[in-house]
Nanobody
Framework: QVQLVESGGGLVQAGESLRLSCAAS????????MSWHRQAPGKPREWVAGISNSGITNVADSVKGRFTISRDNTKNTVYLQMNSLKSGDTAVYYC?????????WGQGTQVTVSS
C-alpha cells in the first residue's frame, strides 16, 4: 500500500507561482512513475505532468514552459513547480503513483488563481 499526501495549494494572483508537493509513504520502494493531474469544476480530470523513477519527465502542452515536475527519491516526494499561473489553472490538483501494478491517488490540493 502507498499513501500520497499533497500540499502547497492555495490562492494566488495570475502571474504568480506555487510549488505543490506530494509525499509518498508506505511501500514506497515499489513506486515507479508518478504524475500530477488536475480537475476543474465541471470538467474531467486531466493529466498535467509525469515523471519516471529515473527522472524522465513529460508535461502537457497546456502547461509546457510554465510547469516543471521533479522528484526527490530520498524523500519519496514529487513536486510540481507552477509559474506564470493563469486563471485557467484553477483546479484541484491530484498526485498519482504507480506501484507494483496498482494506481494510488492522493486526496488533492486546491489551487485557485485570481485574475
Amino acid at each position: 500500500q502507498v499513501q500520497l499526501v499533497e500540499s502547497g495549494g492555495g490562492l494566488v494572483q495570475a502571474g504568480e507561482s506555487l510549488r505543490l508537493s506530494c509525499a509518498a509513504s508506505g511501500s514506497t520502494f515499489n513506486v515507479n512513475n508518478m504524475s500530477w493531474h488536475r480537475q476543474a469544476p465541471g470538467k474531467p480530470r486531466e493529466w498535467v505532468a509525469g515523471i519516471s523513477n529515473s527522472g524522465i519527465t513529460n508535461v502537457a502542452d497546456s502547461v509546457k514552459g510554465r510547469f516543471t515536475i521533479s522528484r526527490d527519491n530520498t524523500k519519496n516526494t514529487v513536486y510540481l513547480q507552477m509559474n506564470s499561473l493563469k486563471s485557467g489553472d484553477t483546479a484541484v490538483y491530484y498526485c498519482k503513483a504507480l506501484a507494483a501494478g496498482r494506481l494510488y491517488w492522493g486526496q488533492g490540493t486546491q489551487v485557485t488563481v485570481s485574475s
